[in-house]
């Protein structure tokens, strides 16, 4: 099955970009997302990518797509500290199933 | 629009009671999801159902059955708990329409302590 690979954890300063890395083993997934999840609370979708792209821009987010190194990354311009949380990234495996990474808990310090 | 919700939000259970976590939908999603959430293991998928009468197991499926008898829930059930399945537990819908760019929606989740 599909494995999707996350670093950890992140820590940046208010202001700065961050840059959120996510691996992948299976290249046939057609949507590619990332989640954000708030302390206590469920996941909410933050942006999509169709793996016909390489980029999509979303306001302060922007997604990059490396379908031949099988890389997705989530940067986020000028982070605020209402941006720390846990960042997943999910790609499709089959047609009604996500799989999920292990998440990247990013923390913003003023 | 309430979403998904999910009942009860924190529960607290003994090693060998039994219980069911519901959830409810009301965006008319044919797709329904249960995941747990572990500390340094992400989201692991259980069981699902891609509409009314239907099941299917996830990933980690063992110690849990599941019902969709009405297509707006989803229910969890756990025959005999464990301290294994001290987790937290989150539902998920999924439509064709609007389609796949609109991802899943999830519940808060359920907190679910067993001793």
């Known amino acids: 099955g599909e494995d999707v690979e996350q670093s950890l954890f992140l820590s940046v300063r208010e202001g700065d970009s961050s840059v959120i890395n996510c691996t992948y083993t299976?290249?046939?997934?057609?949507?590619l997302y990332w989640y954000k999840q708030e302390p206590g609370a469920g996941l909410q979708l933050l942006t999509y990518?169709?793996?016909?792209?390489d980029m999509k821009q979303d306001q302060r987010l922007t997604v990059l797509l490396n379908k031949k190194d099988k890389h997705l990354s989530l940067r986020i311009a000028d982070t605020q500290t209402g941006d720390s949380a846990i960042y997943f990234c999910?790609?499709?495996?089959?047609?009604?199933?996500?799989?999920f990474g292990k998440g990247t808990m990013l923390l913003v310090s003023p | 629009n309430a979403g998904v919700t999910q009942t009860p939000k924190f529960r607290v259970l003994k090693t060998g009671q039994s219980m069911t976590l519901l959830c409810a939908q009301d965006?008319?999603?044919?797709?329904m999801y249960w995941y747990r959430q572990d500390p340094g293991m992400g989201l692991r998928l259980i069981h699902y159902?891609?509409?009314?009468?239907?099941?299917a197991k996830g990933e980690v499926p063992d110690g849990y059955n599941v019902s969709r008898l009405k297509k707006q829930n989803f229910l969890l059930g756990l025959e005999s708990a464990a301290p294994s399945q001290t987790s937290v537990y989150f539902c998920?819908?999924?439509?064709?329409?609007?389609?796949?760019?609109?991802?899943?929606?999830f519940g808060s989740g359920t907190r679910l302590t067993v001793v």
């Open positions: 999910a790609m499709n495996s089959g047609y009604s199933t996500l799989t």
């Open positions: 299976d290249s046939s997934s057609t949507y």
């Open positions: 990518i169709f793996s016909n792209m």
């Open positions: 965006m008319n999603h044919e797709y």
């Open positions: 159902s891609v509409g009314e009468g239907t099941t």
């Open positions: 998920a819908s999924w439509d064709e329409n609007p389609g796949p760019s609109y991802g899943y929606t």
